[in-house]
């Protein structure tokens, strides 16, 4: 751990004492055009998903929700991957897992807005992932997990941030609340609370309707198995059926077919 540690310390200052990167992404060390360039990534993201809601998936995948994946990914880059206002050294590693969350515990609001903004951060990726994906919750998580790592090792050589084991943590806690909470829109809007149009994005069957089913007892049952043409709108043919053997006697030997 000491080695990986120096290692990549002794790499963070490359290229021009590391300055290279992080000037090619600062904003002027204005936080305001750093949120407002993530307020205008979000928002053309949403338009293109909008626009595109009624595309068919493509290879299983909804194209919408991949919009909004790509608008979090490029929200995340632009929060994450730029130099901080006064920055006058490189970023530095720190692999003690729960160590920064520890020194944070000196101060109940710092550890609050640590601990909540990187959860937050990465639950809108994990719960986009999932509404595209429809499956793999644990997947979703693992990919947000995934570009969490990418984000720390691209934050190395930036002035003022830091590489943290314990921001991977957080970060994949969030991508797993936001795939959990994927699987509960698609449950709810499963079951028709969320709209038609909801429904019929995250639904991949047809939803039930409200035509009631075949009426069935104990003496009889279905003939067989047939194909049915139905005209929409119209309710379902009854279907045909047969009397068992023991309810001859309560209809009848002459209403029945079956002779004992």
Known sequence: MAFLNASLNAIAPVAADGYWFSSALKFGGS??????????????ALGIALLLRNRKPVRGMQVWA?????GTLGV??????????????????????FGTLRRYTHDAADFLIYL????AMFIPLGLFLYLALRRWMLLCAALAT??????????????????????????GLGGLIGAVLGVVVVRVARSGR?????????????????????????????????????????????????RSPD??????????????
């Open 146 to 171: 995934l570009v969490s790592i990418g984000v720390e090792l691209l934050q190395l050589p930036i002035y003022s941030r830091a590489t943290d084991i314990d921001d991977v943590i957080t970060n």
């Open 31 to 44: 936080f305001g055009a750093q949120l407002l360039l993530d307020f205008l990534v979000a928002g053309a």
């Open 116 to 119: 909540g903004g990187n959860v």
């Open 76 to 97: 995340i880059a632009i929060s994450t991957l730029t130099r901080r206002a006064g920055a006058t050294s490189p970023g530095h590693l720190q692999l003690e897992p």
């Open 66 to 70: 991949l919009c909004l994946v790509a």
């Open 247 to 260: 309810a001859a006697s309560a209809w009848g030997h002459a209403a029945s077919p079956w002779r004992p």
């Open 194 to 242: 969320l709209g038609s149009w909801a429904q019929g994005q995250v639904v991949d069957v047809d939803p039930p309707t409200d035509e009631p089913a075949y009426p069935r007892s104990a003496d009889t049952r279905p003939a067989g198995i047939g194909v049915m043409l139905r005209v929409p709108g119209e309710p379902l043919p009854a279907p045909p059926i047969v």
